[in-house]
């Protein structure tokens, strides 16, 4: 896939915002771990991204009510849903001044489209060694998601099925989809959020 930055300027997947806390002392803390025991740009980021993957639960995975948002609020549960983790891995990354942004795919709640569809929240991160993004999914493996970072071939949580009407869209954008966010903040048990609560369109 050809990806479409929604900016032509790399400092605007550089910015803080309310749900990308990059200067709570806790992602800078995570984000220093993290960077000292990587030796280069590219280690780091797959540092991050493991992290992110393998360390925060999926809230889904753990059948957990709680909702998390906020970058710092994801690292100190440990927990939320790929909305959430999405801004804690750009939060890690932007923190130590790699640019990242938010990218999207429509995919069924379930196995099948007679159980709806919801927005699906990943990662893109710019390399500068090699002066190009590429896209990361921290959803969390499972027997059913085998996510991996790869410099080569994309190894996303979800292959597109086009024959159920599922699609990946092609922008990165600058900031999480305000649906997103929206979603993550009016809603008060995950579960019937995750169920019933999550957007279906950019």
Known sequence: MHLQCESHSLEDYLTETEEVDFSHLSIIEKANELFAA???EVEFVKKAYEFVRDEISHSWDLQSSRITCRAS???YFKEGICYAKS???????????????FCYQRLTI???PDTGYCLHALNAVFLSDFKRWIRLDARGNNANVKAEFSLDHEKLAFPIREAYDEVDFDTI??????KTIHALKHNDNCINMYLQGLPSEL
């Open 38 to 40: 990587s030796s280069t």
């Open 173 to 178: 954008f600058k900031a999480p989809n305000a």
């Open 87 to 101: 801004n804690l891995l750009c939060a890690l990354l932007r923190s130590k001044a790699i640019p990242a942004g």
């Open 73 to 75: 609020e994801v690292l």
């Open 110 to 112: 379930g196995d099948t």
